[in-house]
């Protein structure tokens, strides 16, 4: 029993002896897992703060900059105030470049139908600033290079409208517009170099040589003698949504010298009737040429002066078809002093512009023009044998979107009777081919 006893009492000893020992490397290990944890939590918490001082330091030094570049913009814009104009400026760019041949050239420089291929480009720069709800301001720079094919043909109207032979970068318009809407006064009021076409016979559907018609019969009537850009003034009025009235003022002979003599007056009405419920313009316009002109059959009188009348129209028809008429008249007694060799009466064209969604085309046109043009009467009688038959033009184009910064138009002209038929070599039928390639950006 007692060696029973002993080996129970040993057993115990024993027993606790291991239990004492296992729970301490137990306490041990789960302290040690403690330590390692709370050694993680430490250094994640210092990296933290660590982030922290770097973020507030660089916080301190980039708006101690800002302020400091905020004071240097505030001096600048003191010092320049054009640095605060270009904010919010918009600017557009913008490239042409065509490329014709034509058959039975008949310039007067020309051997008797000959065959002539040439090219010519151009390029827009524009800038549009506005100004809150009361005006804007806008700049258009341009050059170019080329006469294409025009200087080899003898004709009333030329074959294209885009071709800009001067290499210096000039300003065309630069203006500023302001309106009185705001006061309640529907009125707008512009001045500064203008391009008067912008404001009247104008047309939706050939009125923009770098996207429509080349020709200069569709781009406007060529018996509206209008100037180049020059110094004036255009006031707008509109009658709610229905009816808009522009009148325009020039210097005629666009040199800027006694800007008040021989100024060009032009007036024009537009009616928006909403005829099928589709956009639809209706222009009627009439016009004065101030300069000293000649009358054709009694050259002591030198001092005559030009007026005329026109109209232009257009017409959407459903969502794919837009038609457009335009016609003019002029004094066909008198012509522009120095200005040609010969005067026009009257004039129309007539077409229509195709969208390419019928061909699963949505952003490409369709556009096929006709029209004539009528030498004045008593140009005719003042020269002996001249025959001036009515001239007559047809175009076909085609604007294929390749992007939305590239289109490319193949364009056909057809002339019928060129200069009334009276060109000295030759008047055979003239057709001219090209094709046009227009950049923006």
């Not at 325009?248 to 009737?273: C, R, Y």
Request: hydrophobic share 35%; proline share 3%; charged share 25%.
């Amino acid at each position: 029993m007692n060696v029973q006893r002993l080996f129970f009492l040993s057993g115990c000893v024993l027993f606790m002896s291991v239990s004492v020992v296992f729970a301490q490397e137990t306490i041990d290990r789960q302290l040690i897992d403690e330590i390692r944890s709370l050694r993680k939590t430490v250094e994640s918490q210092q990296t933290r703060i660590d982030e922290l001082e770097r973020h507030l330091l660089k916080q301190t030094e980039s708006s101690g900059q800002n302020d400091l570049d905020s004071r240097i913009d505030a001096k600048s814009e003191e010092k320049f105030p054009a640095l605060k104009v270009m904010e919010d400026l918009q600017m557009g760019i913008g490239s042409t470049m065509i490329i014709q041949g034509t058959h039975n050239a008949n310039g007067d420089t020309q051997s008797p139908k000959e065959d002539v291929l040439d090219s010519s480009y151009s390029m827009d720069l524009t800038f549009l600033k506005k100004f809150d709800d009361y005006g804007q301001g806008f700049v258009h720079l341009e050059q170019g290079n080329g006469q294409g094919v025009e200087d080899e043909l003898k004709v009333f109207s030329n074959v294209n409208r885009d071709a800009d032979d001067d290499n210096n970068v000039r300003a065309t318009e630069v203006w500023y517009e302001h309106y009185l809407n705001p006061q309640g006064v529907p009125l707008t009021i512009t001045f500064g170099k203008l391009d008067p076409t912008a404001y009247i016979d104008d047309n939706a559907y050939a009125n923009d040589e770098a996207a429509q018609f080349l020709g200069r019969i569709f781009r406007n009537s060529p018996v509206i003698e209008f100037p180049d850009n020059a110094g004036g003034i255009r006031m707008g009025y509109a009658f709610g949504e229905r009816i808009e009235i522009n009148a325009v003022s020039l210097d005629a002979d666009t040199d800027w010298e006694d800007t008040f003599d021989g100024m060009f007056h032009t007036a024009q009405i537009n009616i928006k009737p909403g005829f099928l419920n589709r956009e639809g313009n209706y222009r009627f316009l009439a016009w004065f040429n101030g300069q000293n002109h000649t009358k054709w059959l009694d050259a002591t009188k030198d001092k005559e002066k030009g007026y005329g009348l026109g109209i232009s129209f257009d017409q959407e028809l459903n969502d794919t078809t837009g038609v457009f008429f335009r016609w003019g008249w002029q004094n066909p007694e008198v012509y522009l002093n120095a200005a040609s060799d010969f005067s026009l009466e009257q004039s129309y064209s007539l077409g229509a512009q195709l969208k390419g969604t019928g061909w699963n085309r949505e952003n490409d046109t369709l556009g096929i023009a006709f029209g004539q043009i009528f030498a004045s009467g008593d140009y005719k009688n003042s020269g002996s044998e001249l025959k001036t038959n009515p001239e007559n033009h047809l175009e076909c184009y085609y604007s294929y979107k390749v992007n939305e910064h590239l289109s490319i138009s193949p364009d056909l002209h057809v002339i019928w009777n060129p200069y009334g038929d009276d060109a000295v070599n030759g008047t055979s039928t003239i057709v001219v081919g090209g094709m046009r390639v227009q950049m923006d950006f």
